[in-house]
């Protein structure tokens, strides 16, 4: 019997892809939060890989799932992912931040098949899915809502509102994944505004929650796939990361959430992805 983790080595190539592209797109556009990208790369390759129901040629069709990103900072990673998946060419990301570009430096729905809504301003991603998967419980429609969040923003009232509202309306369709890369734009987030215990404050407000490595891309899996319908209820998946993951000297580093690479760095978190650029 195969190993069931080679069974998830394609969503592990899809993942580095990303982080090459993301890479990248933020030393041409000399753009920043690569950090951040970095620690959902994963996450978004298991998404796009091996979860969402949605059609790169027909990005509108309306039984779709919907994802939200609601960190709209790691904007680059959804691009990345987007591309990699056939909503548009890969050659187009190469223009990310430039002056005029659709690729702004937080993900932008404008002109952008696939993205559902334009974000950044953290805090509003979650609402605005609770309030897309409370209409589809209305309508009788099976499609998913997914929304990555960040774990700084779980500092944010809103967003606990809407946890209330989703347990309180049983909306089953409903996940919400949270980045818990414990690190915010300046510290982290244990001295910033403490979350713990975390988990079982959202099994307080009635949701369903897991806890998984957000680098493994099995854990991620089976998180994704579980039914939370069998016990009406809203699913929180947990995702503990590394921020920066992939480049050793920017994981768990506060610089990398701003800082752009360019020069030597650039070319070392390059090579440390497998690619000598200086070969291309």
Not at 144 to 170: P, R, V
Not at 173 to 193: C, G, P, R
Request: glycine share 10%; hydrophobic share 40%; with cysteine.
């Amino acid at each position: 019997m195969p190993d069931q983790r080679s069974l998830v080595s394609d969503t592990v190539d899809l993942a580095l892809r990303i982080r090459r592209h993301a890479v990248r797109m933020t030393h041409y556009g000399k753009s920043s939060h690569i950090g951040a990208v970095l620690s959902v790369a994963d996450i978004l390759a298991v998404l796009y890989g091996r979860i969402l129901k949605v059609k790169p040629d027909g990005p509108d069709w309306y039984d779709r799932d919907r994802f939200i990103l609601s960190k709209g900072h790691a904007g680059t990673g959804v691009y990345a992912v987007l591309a990699e998946s056939g909503f548009f060419p890969v050659e187009d990301l190469w223009s990310h931040c430039a002056n005029g570009s659709r690729f702004s430096g937080h993900v932008s729905h404008k002109g952008i098949p696939g993205v559902e809504i334009s974000t950044g301003s953290l805090g509003h991603g979650l609402p605005i899915g609770v309030g897309m998967a409370y209409a589809a419980t209305l309508d009788d429609r099976r499609h998913g809502i997914f929304i990555l969040m960040s774990d700084g923003e779980c500092d944010e009232g809103s967003n606990w509102e809407a946890i209330l509202f989703a347990a309180h309306h049983k909306l089953s369709n409903l996940v919400a994944i949270v980045d818990y890369n414990k690190m915010q734009s300046l510290k982290s987030v244990a001295e910033t505004l403490a979350l713990e215990p975390f988990a079982e404050k959202w099994r307080a407000f009635g949701w369903k929650v897991l806890e998984v490595d957000g680098h493994d891309h099995y854990a991620l899996t089976a998180a994704f796939e579980t039914p939370p319908q069998m016990e009406e209820k809203p699913l929180c998946v947990i995702a503990h990361t590394t921020k920066g993951k992939g480049v050793s000297f920017m994981e768990n580093s506060v610089l990398w959430h701003y800082r752009s690479p360019q020069g030597k760095e650039y070319l070392e978190a390059m090579k440390e992805l497998g690619v000598d650029v200086n070969a291309e």
